[in-house]
């Protein structure tokens, strides 16, 4: 079964705004990573945060995560036409432990308007 | 440094057909992994394999086989072909944070194979 889900499952909102997505998991956790796929492409990593942060930057991007609520949120500052893209977060695998793979959720589509 | 690349980009197979996806890195990454990713279902993890010689199943291994000879290459085989296996598939690599842990950080993704079965 998935361990993330993302919310909203769609989002649409014009350019320069700021778009927060959300994003819930079941079990503990070693880290949350959130990835951006653009349509038809492959999976591209944004932001890696330790279960031992809480905040987490880079350019335009933040990222928080809540252990004890066991969520996280994905907000992207002035958002452009390029940030157009399922964005999806990823915890790592309960298969046999961390053992090098992730567990994604449904994904966030966002679409940002000219 | 090509990255991962996966062979081929697209796929039609009949019912009952075998075929083997490719999937190679050259980062020399310990783990590597297979998804397949349908609509409103994100992506679902069938095997993976944390080096070379040991592979595991996943989520949703049925119906696919692998094996990790090298640490390069990672194919996934389809044994029988059949329509419920029409899907995007996507191999992806990775590496742990120090040796023997198994704390992965960033996977890296090939493109991708848009396979169909009719």
């Known amino acids: 079964s998935q361990q993330g889900e993302e919310d909203p499952q769609a989002l649409s909102i014009q350019e320069g705004e700021n778009a927060t997505m959300n994003c819930s998991y079941k079990t503990s956790i070693n880290n949350l990573q959130w990835y951006r796929q653009n349509s038809g492409r492959g999976l591209v990593h944004l932001i890696l945060i330790r279960s031992n942060e809480r905040e987490k930057h880079s350019g335009r991007l933040r990222v928080t995560l809540d252990t004890s609520k066991k969520s996280s949120s994905l907000l992207i500052t002035a958002s452009r036409a390029a940030d157009t893209a399922s964005y999806f977060c990823?915890?790592?695998?309960?298969?046999?432990?961390?053992?090098?793979?992730?567990?994604f959720g449904k994904g966030t589509k966002l679409s940002v308007k000219p | 440094n090509a990255g991962v690349t996966q062979t081929p980009k697209f796929q039609v197979l009949k019912t009952g057909q075998s075929m083997t996806l490719q999937c190679a890195q050259d980062m020399n990454h310990e783990y590597m992994s297979w998804y397949r990713q349908d609509p409103g279902m994100g992506l679902r993890l069938i095997h993976y394999?944390?080096?070379?010689?040991?592979?595991d199943q996943g989520e949703v291994p049925n119906g696919y086989n692998v094996s990790r000879s090298t640490t390069e290459d990672f194919p996934l085989r389809l044994l029988s072909a059949a329509p419920s296996q029409t899907s995007v598939y996507f191999c992806a690599s990775s590496y742990a944070l120090r040796p023997g842990s198994h704390r992965v950080t960033e996977a890296f993704f090939g493109q991708g194979t848009r396979l169909t079965v009719v």
């Open positions: 394999s944390v080096g070379a010689g040991i592979t």
């Open positions: 990823a915890t790592d695998g309960r298969h046999g432990g961390s053992q090098g793979n992730l567990i």
